[in-house]
């Protein structure tokens, strides 16, 4: 497949994943499935499978909260796994790729809502006047596609088209003691991924199973799939196996307990409830 055809392909992936929410939460954006797409229009589906669950790892914890908006993860990993596979190196320099790769793109990205989305926007609040619903959709695709998909395409397709063929000579002009330092960066980088993700999901009532999970690895030696499993039943015990088993509950059995102290709302100390 000629590098032009291949910049092309990998644009259009890039693309798809951030078309992802035209149907929905699909998680297309996830690393895992950017580098599996990424691995296949490569020819090299095995490696950007693996490249990609590393890099799931390290963005684990990346999410849009708010003003907020994390590295574009999408074109990072299609880039980083994209180039490490051409020049036939590791995970370790997919993901040294990717990180600075999402951070620069996220640039573009917030070019394109600072100045492409608004006009789009004051279009729709136009149509809405007008009580113009198909108007108000069309602004809605539009908008995603010049504002976000295209730009990101074109950056990711050009990109590859003007350094596919150099970034080889590139990765050979790194040190050893950089690439065994990225090396160990590769094992840090999916813990902080993991932390940024527990940060906000971890509180006191849950804090036990973590500790479980890790204990369960640690000192019995059972592998993630055996957790998984384990989880999977205590979750059913924890639940009630009765709600799974098609038993149905009375609505004396499923209302909460409510006391004069609470005043009218719902009594969370209660052994009943």
Known sequence: MST???????ALVAMLGNAEYLLGTTMLSRPLVMGMLT??????????????????LAFLGTFSIGASIPPEAISGTVLGTAFAISAGESP??????ALPIASLVLIVKNLGFIFVFPTFVHKA?????EANHRGIDMMNLLSGFFAINLPIGLVVGISYYLGGGKIEGLLNMIPEFVTSGLEIATGLLPAYGFALLLNMMINKRNVVFFLLGFALIAYFGIDVTGVAILSTILAFILT????????EMSPADAAPVVSEETEGGIDYDSEEF
């Open 240 to 247: 009630g196996y009765s709600a799974f088993n098609g038993a």
């Open 125 to 129: 609040d136009q149509y809405a006047e």
């Open 92 to 97: 370790s320099v997919a993901l040294t790729l």
């Open 39 to 56: 691995g296949l229009v490569m020819g090299d589906l095995k490696t950007g499978i693996i490249m990609g669950g590393t890099l799931e």
């Open 4 to 10: 032009g055809m291949t910049a092309l392909l990998l």
